[in-house]
T-cell receptor, first 117, second 109 residues
Framework: NAGVMQNPRHLVRRRGQEARLRCSPM?????VYWYRQLPEEGLKFMVY????????ESGMPKERFSAEFPKEGPSILRIQQVVRGDSAAYFC???????????????FGPGTRLTVL | GEDVEQSLFLSVREGDSSVINCTYT??????LYWYKQEPGAGLQLLTY?????DMKQDQRLTVLLNKKDKHLSLRIADTQTGDSAIYFC?????????FGPGTRLSVLP
């Protein structure tokens, strides 16, 4: 059973370009979370999705950022018109169940390191 | 909102015990976690503790939870060079995890 997969592992973009980050959850997991890690900081929650639904996007910037988790295929985090401040590591995690009721282990991918020139 | 704090750096000698501390402000978390992040990698769950427990031991790892003081600690016995990494504590609040800034553990030979 492969773990959470993210690609690309490294992404370089110039200011104003678009960045697309992909995340394939573990087999059988239907819950996906995106986090951003700035240098020397912890992970900050961005968005929580289930298949075809955004459940909680309270941590995501209102502009330029969007996320989806279609019925088929990976979850996508899209950043339009990137700026230097978007440079960070973006981690995806998946879990098999909703965390409100039960122990909720999130399995993390290796991350995508975005550099904006 | 919830705030989780950790000291940023810790150095220990190989074979000694390491104690990594974490404080949090919101006590409603049902579970508290410790994750390990090695260079260039994602986070790996080390252990977790249910909020009504005071202590949990798992091989070289001991987690202590003081709910009154909102303090969580991770003790690594017989620290090895392979333990060098960043350690994050986190609490789960519904679907969301709130992470501390991480403690960078350096193990000296």
């Amino acid at each position: 059973n492969a773990g959470v997969m993210q690609n690309p592992r490294h992404l370089v973009r110039r200011r104003g370009q678009e960045a697309r980050l992909r995340c394939s959850p573990m087999k059988g997991h239907s819950h996906v979370y995106w986090y951003r890690q700035l240098p020397e900081e912890g992970l900050k929650f961005m968005v929580y999705l289930q298949k075809e639904n955004i459940i909680d996007e309270s941590g995501m910037p209102k502009e330029r950022f969007s996320a989806e988790f279609p019925k088929e295929g990976p979850s996508i985090l899209r950043i339009q018109q990137v700026v230097r401040g978007d440079s960070a590591a973006y981690f995806c995690a998946s879990s098999p169940r909703n965390g409100e009721v039960d122990y909720n282990e999130q399995f993390f991918g290796p991350g995508t390191r975005l550099t904006v020139l | 909102g919830e705030d989780v704090e950790q000291s940023l750096f810790l150095s220990v000698r190989e074979g000694d015990s390491s104690v990594i501390n974490c404080t949090y402000t919101d006590s409603s978390s049902t579970y508290l976690y410790w994750y390990k992040q090695e260079p260039g990698a994602g986070l790996q769950l080390l252990t977790y503790i249910f909020s009504n427990m005071d202590m949990k031991q798992d091989q070289r790892l001991t987690v202590l939870l003081n709910k009154k003081d909102k303090h969580l600690s991770l003790r690594i016995a017989d620290t090895q060079t392979g333990d060098s990494a960043i350690y994050f504590c986190a609490g789960s609040y519904g679907q969301n995890f709130v992470f501390g800034p991480g403690t960078r553990l350096s193990v000296l030979p």
